[in-house]
Nanobody, 125 residues
Framework: QVQLTESGGGLVQAGGSLRLSCAAS????????MGWFRQAPGKEREFVAA????????KYADSVTGRFTISRDNAKNTAYLQMNSLKPEDTAVFYC??????????????????WGQGTQVTVSP
């Protein structure tokens, strides 16, 4: 199995940047597509970005396209989410997830096998 641990969340002013990291256990990290999701209090969990196992293909939610960049370093068993031009509406708990069933990554949470514990991102106005 895969254990995922997010880090890098925090408090930032609107317009600022944060980089989230997702460290994965195991020796087969490249076999998993990775995704980032977020959830604000009282709201449904929503898709943010996904990346294929090789890193060659990415997907983004419309709300973050042009501002966020997903990447991965398979040698370090780590996925990243670079977030620029942050807005107060980005405030949420961000989760990383791993999928063995959808090679290119999926916009739907149901296809992810493993999930991290989440890291809080708060953007002040």
């Amino acid at each position: 199995q895969v254990q995922l641990t997010e880090s890098g969340g925090g408090l930032v002013q609107a317009g600022g940047s944060l980089r989230l990291s997702c460290a994965a256990s195991g020796r087969t990290f490249s076999n998993y597509a990775m995704g980032w999701f977020r959830q604000a209090p009282g709201k449904e969990r929503e898709f943010v970005a996904a990346i294929s196992g090789s890193g060659g293909s990415t997907k983004y939610a419309d709300s973050v396209t042009g501002r966020f960049t997903i990447s991965r370093d398979n040698a370090k068993n780590t996925a990243y989410l670079q977030m620029n031009s942050l807005k107060p509406e980005d405030t949420a708990v961000f989760y990383c997830a791993a999928s063995s069933s959808i090679p290119s990554g999926s916009r739907y949470a149901k296809w992810y096998n493993y999930w991290g514990q989440g890291t809080q991102v708060t953007v002040s106005p």
